[in-house]
């Protein structure tokens, strides 16, 4: 329901709306709730936003008691489901540092237990404020005797004082605005409503740090710090935090801040830099609420590099302290207070992230070296196991090495664990494993839920988890998480692959090719993306796309000139069939179709060229070779012609489909 004019009008004539934004002064402090600025002695002091506004409440509140739950709401809004408590703490802490006010013997503000606080101090009006009218009689000094009362004759107009012929014109118009805004004329309110209604933050993106060290060689310790910073930050799980490899794609840029936050859907930023100079390092960030592209915290840190992992804990305490949220009591528990970590090893390991966040076979083989150097050299530090375990998985996932390499990826996420139980992604990648290679649904489950509710922000999980469930026919479950994955890793290569895949199991053909279009502008060079482009062309008979979608794929790979012309002479003569054909041919000119790493790729051709039988044949032997894909036989579009076998109905029944 809109406020009544009566309610705005009113205490604009009791002066309350006029006095309230003239600045105060106490002692030898000013402060201007119009400039947003508190002064001592003529000279602005800074003081964080959260901070301000309370002290400016405080101030208009003066004398009275300002309950907890009033700060709340006027620095936060009503509909906000973080813990204040923290943050109100924090920000009356500040506000007494700069005004060196004692909470035990204080001159400003005073704790009233159980309730709030109260604003102590007598306040005045600072330079160029206009007196409070008063009412009250003019109390004589000690050497003036006092002036007599007297009484108007009935014939003389009483002149009033130079402070109401100013005020009355102003008094008028702001009535008719008011009156105006409570009207809703032309929707003036919801415009300015809308306009100035201070809005939570919910989301955040920690873009990357620029390296300010005046050596190249040093953008792997500005990355890596980058990640850090974000993994800590997404341990307040109020908060949805951008991926690192959503922010990666950012890295200097142009762009507007404004723009970036639109595209990757947060309302605020962390920006800044990491200098190094030897063993010490400084790390400057400011925060950004990227909608008003208004700063609202800013601080530089210098410290060891062995304690920088410290600073960067501090770093997110204090980002999340001046957004209100506090880390929840589960995750708090599982800090590791004043972590130290060998500096040579800690180098490594953000060496080894570097390459992971690169997506290719190479930059895995280098992230795994790495993470392995830094293991031995400081096998205490839980997160490069982690490290380990997802570089041991993707070499085995993406066909760069032997599937060995998964039971290395498992041994590993369980060393991180038992390091550091609070170590969310380590339960992804043991959750992964289960999934894909042992084919345990109830074990894979547990594992990807666990990781989730340690670490909501993690893309990785909620994209993982959302592939099990589509192969588990939980369509509605599924949808959620793949949309989670999104939201949290908008741009990222990984996730819109992923995404892409998604939805082609999901037979939502139309959202697979729109997702992989979108992929592939992001990244051209995705032959992933190219080839569920080119299987959801298939499924929908459009095949002068498919086929183009498949040579976009083969030139990713570099396939040779003579190999590219040669497919299109084949789709010629015989449509995708002939671009089979030309597959199948290749692949036992390769001796692939006797390998049993190969078993599923076979399958697959075959299937594609409708021949079921020896489709059938190779997923059987695949069964023994613990092929990724056959936990998607249920819902894989590429099988609908064998789903009335008995061969594959037994074959789904052997892997609890």
């Avoid at 809004?77 to 005004?99: S, W």
Wanted: aromatic share 8%.
């Amino acid at each position: 329901m809109p406020p009544s004019i009566s309610a705005i009008v009113l205490p604009l004539l009791w002066g309350e709306v006029c006095l309230s934004s003239a600045p105060y002064k106490f002692g030898e402090f000013e402060l201007d709730s119009t400039r947003f600025e508190l002064r001592r002695n003529g000279r602005p002091l800074k003081l964080e936003r959260i901070p301000m506004e309370l002290l400016i409440l405080l101030a208009e509140k003066e004398g009275g008691i300002v309950t907890r739950q009033q700060i709340s709401e006027r620095l936060w809004g009503k509909e906000v489901f973080v813990d204040t408590e923290h943050g109100i703490n924090t920000a009356v802490r500040k506000i007494r540092a700069v005004l060196r006010d004692d909470a035990d013997q204080p001159r400003f503000i005073q704790t009233v237990p159980g309730k709030g606080y109260r604003w102590i101090a007598s306040l005045k009006p600072g330079n160029g404020a206009m007196p409070a009218a008063s009412t009250a009689v003019d109390v004589p000094t000690d050497n003036q005797p006092p002036a007599p009362l007297t009484t108007p004759d009935a014939g003389t107009a009483i002149r009033p004082s130079w402070r109401y012929r100013v005020a009355l014109p102003l008094v008028v118009v702001a009535m008719l605005a008011l009156a105006a805004i409570a009207l809703n004329i032309q929707g003036l309110r919801d415009r300015i409503f809308s306009a100035n209604q201070t809005r939570p933050i919910r989301s955040i993106a920690v873009l990357p740090l620029a390296n300010l060290s005046n050596d190249p060689s040093q953008e792997y310790f500005a990355d890596g710090m980058t990640d850090e910073l974000i993994t800590e930050i997404a341990k307040f799980t109020r908060l949805r935090v951008a991926s690192h490899s959503s922010v990666a794609r950012y890295k200097g840029t142009q762009k507007p801040l404004e723009e970036i936050a639109r595209e990757l859907g947060v309302d605020a930023v962390v920006e800044g830099s990491v200098m190094r100079s030897g063993n010490r390092v400084r790390i400057s960030t400011r925060l950004i609420d990227a909608r008003s592209d208004r700063n609202l915290w800013a601080e530089s840190y210098e410290s060891e590099v062995q304690d920088v992992l410290a600073v960067q804990q501090e770093v997110a305490s204090q980002v999340t302290s001046e957004l209100g949220v506090e880390l929840p009591s589960a995750n708090r528990a599982n800090l590791q207070s004043n972590r130290v970590v060998d500096a040579e090893a800690h180098e490594d390991y953000l060496r080894g992230l570097f390459y992971w966040n690169q997506v290719n076979c190479d930059a895995f083989r280098k992230s795994l070296a790495y993470f392995q150097r830094s293991a031995a050299k400081d096998p205490t530090f839980a997160p490069v196991w982690g490290g380990l375990a997802q570089a041991y998985y993707a070499l085995g996932d993406f066909g760069c090495a032997g599937s060995d390499l998964i039971e290395k990826s498992k041994a590993a996420a369980l060393k991180a664990i038992e390091l550091d139980p609070g170590l969310g992604a380590p339960h992804c990648w043991l959750g992964r494993v289960a999934f894909s290679y042992e084919w345990d649904w109830p074990k894979a489950e547990k594992e990807l839920q666990r990781s989730i509710a340690l670490d909501p922000n993690d893309a990785i999980s909620h994209g993982a988890y959302a592939k099990f469930l589509i192969a588990q026919q939980r369509r509605e479950q599924a949808f959620v998480e793949i949309r989670k994955a999104l939201e949290l890793d908008p741009t990222s290569l990984m996730t819109n692959e992923n995404a892409t895949y998604f939805y082609y199991l999901a037979r939502d053909f139309d959202e697979a090719i729109e997702e992989g279009k979108k992929t592939v502008e992001l990244y051209p060079d995705s032959p992933a993306a190219y080839i569920w482009l080119a299987f959801s062309y298939e499924r929908k008979g459009d095949e002068a796309n498919a086929i183009a979608a498949h040579l976009k794929s083969e030139t990713t790979w570099d396939t040779a000139p003579d190999d590219l012309a040669n497919i299109r002479a084949e789709y010629q003569k015989a449509g995708m069939r002939g671009y089979w054909l030309y597959e199948l041919a290749a692949e036992k000119r390769r001796g692939g179709d006797t390998k049993a790493e190969k078993a599923c790729w076979m399958a697959e051709v075959h299937a594609h060229l409708g021949e079921n039988k020896p489709a059938l044949d190779y997923l059987k032997r695949a069964l023994h070779h613990s092929c990724n894909e056959m936990p998607l036989l249920g819902v894989d579009p590429l099988y609908d012609g064998l789903r009335a076998d008995p061969g594959f109905k037994e074959l789904l029944a052997q892997l609890h489909l």
